[in-house]
């Protein structure tokens, strides 16, 4: 696999690209809503900690793994994202399928175009 420094062209990962930065806030909502991995703030505002079911990591058996994201916190390398992926025993495969369907359906910036006056 290649390693990019470089942003994708677009928001699509093929099999053969390497996991990409992401912003903590995109990776967040990713976790959430396809791989059901939760996440809660913590203490500097620098970490946050992504927690598994049964959602509680002072339970046996909870697994969650707690990390730090760069750029003023507003961003992860693919090296915490590998960590993530491999604390929840999540493969690239199932994370490139999970990005794939979180970006096929992120709500695209507003047109600048005016909606139509005309009547019908």
């Known amino acids: 696999m290649t390693d990019r420094r470089w942003k994708?062209?677009?928001q699509w990962l093929e099999p053969s690209d390497a996991i990409p930065e992401m912003?903590?806030?995109?990776?967040?909502?990713?976790?959430?809503?396809h791989l059901a991995i939760l996440s809660e703030p913590g203490d500097p505002p620098y970490w946050?900690?992504?927690i598994g079911s049964p959602y509680n990591p002072f339970v046996d058996g909870c697994a969650s793994i707690r990390v730090?994201?760069?750029h003023k916190g507003t961003r992860v390398s693919p090296?915490?994202?590998?960590?993530?992926?491999e604390k929840f025993e999540i493969t690239d495969e199932r994370f490139r399928e999970a990005?794939?369907?979180f970006f096929?359906?992120?709500p695209r910036a507003a047109s600048t175009?005016?909606?139509?006056t005309k009547p019908n």
């Open 104 to 106: 096929s359906q992120v």
């Open 79 to 85: 090296l915490v994202i590998k960590a993530v992926l």
């Open 8 to 10: 994708l062209k677009s």
């Open 23 to 33: 912003e903590l806030s995109d990776f967040v909502r990713l976790c959430k809503e």
């Open 48 to 50: 946050v900690r992504f």
């Open 113 to 116: 175009e005016q909606p139509s």
């Open 68 to 70: 730090m994201a760069h």
């Open 99 to 101: 990005y794939n369907l």
